[in-house]
């Protein structure tokens, strides 16, 4: 049984930077896609990134892109997700989500992933 395990948020100031830490188990990861998605108070979850576990191919929701870099640990079946430059409009929920690659068309939506953690508060305040 896959098991997905986030870490590494908290309060921070705008501009500030954090690393959130997804510990992935229960399975062999290759042929996976592992993701972030994020959900603010009040409005839907959505994508933030994610990482193909085998060839390590990235994508980024616009309103991250060049803030935040996602990356994975093979060794340590880890996904990190580097946020830097982090605005209030951040603020919300962190999950990370696994998907076998052949559920997934971009990994984008939050229906392709069968797996999911807890989720991290991340805080940004102004």
């Known amino acids: 049984q896959v098991h997905l395990e986030e870490s590494g948020g908290g309060l921070v100031q705008a501009g500030d930077s954090l690393t959130l830490t997804c510990v992935a188990s229960?399975?062999?990861?290759?042929?996976?896609?592992l993701g972030w998605f994020r959900q603010a108070p009040g409005k839907q979850r959505e994508f933030v990134s994610r990482i193909m576990w085998s060839g390590g191919t990235t994508r980024y929701a616009d309103s991250v892109k060049d803030r935040f870099t996602i990356s994975r640990d093979n060794a340590k079946n880890i996904v990190y997700l580097q946020m830097n430059g982090l605005k209030p409009e951040d603020t919300a929920v962190y999950y990370c989500?696994?998907?076998?690659?052949?559920?997934?068309?971009?990994?984008?939506?939050?229906?392709?992933?069968?797996?999911w953690g807890q989720g991290t508060q991340v805080t940004v305040s102004s």
């Open positions: 989500a696994a998907a076998r690659v052949t559920d997934v068309v971009l990994g984008t939506r939050g229906n392709e992933y069968a797996y």
């Open positions: 229960g399975h062999t990861f290759s042929g996976y896609s």
